[in-house]
């Protein structure tokens, strides 16, 4: 039973000790307005440490203002990460007209959205399997104005 429980230690520790992916939020920006939304566009970087690709099994996403979710969602099988070098991923946040409304006093005070965004990327790794890499970002995004939407 000890020998068990070294080896299990034994495999743990190097486990912890792979390298793994990192990512960062670059920006959170602009991007359209649409008949029904506001589509908002994250970057992420993330650099793969591995001589190989790595799939991207699911991105998940929560846009929260003012204390309230204002935007979720997911982002199945969006690529793969190219091998030991960094990928740029964009990950579209699309926010209903009607949500940007309740939001009213925010926005009347400088025509922007304090938020806080986080994101979930799930990376499929050889050995350990499913691995999420948390991310988080806070900041201000500037709502559209007509010279946006003509």
């Not at 979710?69 to 982002?75: D, L």
């Not at 400088?110 to 990376?123: A, M, Q, S």
């Amino acid at each position: 039973m000890e020998l068990l429980d070294k080896a299990k230690n034994f495999v743990a520790e190097k486990v912890a000790n792979i390298k793994k992916p990192e990512a960062s939020i670059n920006d959170v920006d602009f991007k359209r307005v649409s008949r029904d939304s506001v589509e908002y566009l994250a970057k992420v970087s993330v650099t793969n440490p591995y001589g190989h690709p790595i799939p991207i099994c699911e991105i998940s996403y929560t846009l929260k203002s003012a204390g309230s979710v204002i935007a979720s969602g997911t982002i199945p099988d969006p690529g793969s990460l190219k091998a030991s070098d960094t990928t740029l991923l964009e990950v579209p946040v699309k926010v209903a007209h009607s949500i940007l409304v309740s939001l009213a006093k925010d926005v009347c005070a400088d025509w922007d959205i304090d938020y806080e965004l986080d994101l979930g990327l799930i990376i499929d790794l050889p050995i350990i399997g499913n691995f999420t890499i948390p991310l988080s970002t806070k900041g201000e995004v500037k709502l559209p104005t007509l010279s946006d939407m003509f």
